[in-house]
């Protein structure tokens, strides 16, 4: 299996509501590893990402490496700051707060009705802010007094970005929107069984 980064309009990457991803699966007539170098593909499959989705499988893939990164044994302080750095940095370019913001701002902006992928991306979020709450308190276990204002700013980025996303990805909020659509539909209802057209 393999994967392409591709845009609508023919790019290979673009802004994040623009980019999609295609998985190409290939099916063999034998497994690998095997003896020859070349095996005879016998079947061909392609699986098309939308933005969101890729966003989701983001998202997943760091909380994945942050848990591989807390687990680690012998720990690795170097490599769990890294990690970690690259899911709460303020200066991450399409971070988990961009993120948020392009896939949930037509939801509170009450533009857009939450769907399936929405609640997904919402529970990668959540898995990733305790992913991160774990890695920041292994480090604080692992590191020296030399390293206890990195470990402060590390705590501090990781609460401007737990509070950002809140605002983003809460239930509430996503219900307040969707309570609010069903009463805008509903007086439209309303208004259109009143107008003398409607008969």
Not at 18 to 28: A, S
Not at 31 to 37: M, N
Not at 79 to 93: P, Y
Not at 170 to 189: C, E, F, I
């Amino acid at each position: 299996m393999y994967a392409t980064p591709f845009t609508m309009d023919g790019r290979a990457h673009g802004e994040l509501h623009e980019q999609y991803k295609r998985k190409t699966i290939l099916t063999t007539v034998n497994a690998f590893p095997y003896v020859k170098t070349r095996v005879v593909v016998i079947d061909r499959e392609q699986i098309i990402l939308s933005p969101i989705e890729v966003a989701i499988e983001d998202i997943h893939k760091k909380t994945k490496e942050l848990n591989i990164a807390i687990n680690q044994e012998p720990s690795d302080t170097k490599m769990l700051q890294m990690v970690l750095q690259g899911c709460i940095g303020t200066t991450v370019n399409q971070g988990p707060t961009e993120v948020a913001a392009v896939f949930f701002a037509g939801i509170q902006e009450g533009r857009v009705m939450p769907g399936k992928y929405h609640n997904k991306l919402r529970i990668c979020f959540k898995d990733l802010l305790k992913k991160c709450a774990d890695a920041l308190h292994k480090n604080k276990a692992l590191i020296g007094n030399d390293q206890k204002e990195y470990q402060r700013e590390l705590e501090r980025n990781y609460h401007t970005v737990r509070d950002k996303l809140n605002t983003w990805i809460s239930n509430n909020s996503s219900h307040r929107r969707t309570k609010a659509h069903k009463r805008d539909r509903a007086s439209a209802d309303h208004r259109n069984s009143l107008s003398p057209n409607s008969h």
